[in-house]
């Protein structure tokens, strides 16, 4: 793709829309309402949630390569409130790249790991059921397809918004916690199921994501303390793999974030963060590294219909389970190299908007800027590596539309 085209259809987007800000692509686009509505009790409905997609990654230097994501998920399903308290649904997730015809039936992260040798034909398709319950008023209850990706409101060190587009949904058990001073995340994502003989790895992550709050979000100044921790296991009792069977990695990350709600025509709000972050390979020998830490900062300014960022990272050593691998220390292009306390500065500009209950969309580019650092390819030859600057780009469309079937 044209490395201007990005910058073009921002602008004609953006252009094209009166000035007003409705929030982040991660809120409007990539997150669902996990709240239940307790005025639709006993009602059936019909909802069709998709995002349809057009991301486009131009990257140079040693990180990985690029590549584009043309495609859309579509997820058609059955909603019922049986009770105030509850609510269930079921359904399907379909994931369509244009131009694919086949898709691994299996494991849609890390898939050249711990994928099957089954494929499937015009679309990935999984099975989606969600029960859900709330236990009162501050703790809520998900078995099944969990409110995964975006829900979790990880940091991008720690988790790739790109995989809001193409990873599979997650499914397990989910405990959310809701209070004035503090929330909670908790879950458990079954990624890889293994029967008897089996040539891939069982595969679960366990996850937190909390927040302790000084003051309400919308405060004219507000400052809270994140802690988020990941945990990633490999490996089964009753497979065929016997070197190398079980590994499991961890990453965790803390800090301190402050939102300063003005709330002016034409700037609404700065927010600045900063985290460190940690990486441990406690089993297993998939990394070169057993330890290592990360220091991330960033600060974004919703002005009038942008959202602009900018972001610092430094690390040593370290490896995100689910990150963009800018934000790491191993090299996705050359297997085996790793880079000597690699340093990264992060531009980016995003617009989104809600175009009607259950319709939003967003565009956005980011700008990845590697400093010039050191690299150690698999044969310990070191090569001092100048990345260059990487771009990626998008446009997103999130149509999820509710039709009433029966009020019983």
Known sequence: MNKKLPYIICIILCLGFPSRTDGQISDLVYQSEYRIDTTRVRQLSFELDNLNFAKNNEYQGAYQKGYSLPGLWLQPKLTYYPLKNMKLELGGHFLLYHGANKYPSMAYLDIATWKGNQYQKGSHILPFFRAQADLSEHFTLVFGNLYGGANHRLIEPLYNPELNLTCDPETGLQLLFEWNIFDMDVWGNWQSFIFKDDTHQEAFTVGLSSRFKVNAPDSRFHLYFPIQALVQHRGGEIDTIYTNSVQTLMNGAAGIAGVWNINRNWLKRIEAEADYAVYYQQAGHIWPFDTGYALYARLAADIRQFRLKAGYYHCNQFISLFGNPFYGAASMRYEGAVFEQPDLL???????????????????????????????????????????????????????????????
């Open 346 to 408: 992060y531009y980016g500009m995003e617009y989104s908007r809600s175009l009607g209950k259950g319709f939003a969309l967003g565009v956005d580019v980011d700008i990845f800027q590697p400093l010039v650092s050191d690299m150690i390819d698999a044969s310990g030859t070191r090569q001092t590596i100048n990345n260059g600057i990487s771009i990626s780009a998008g446009v997103y469309l999130r149509i999820n539309p509710t039709f009433l079937i029966k009020q019983f």
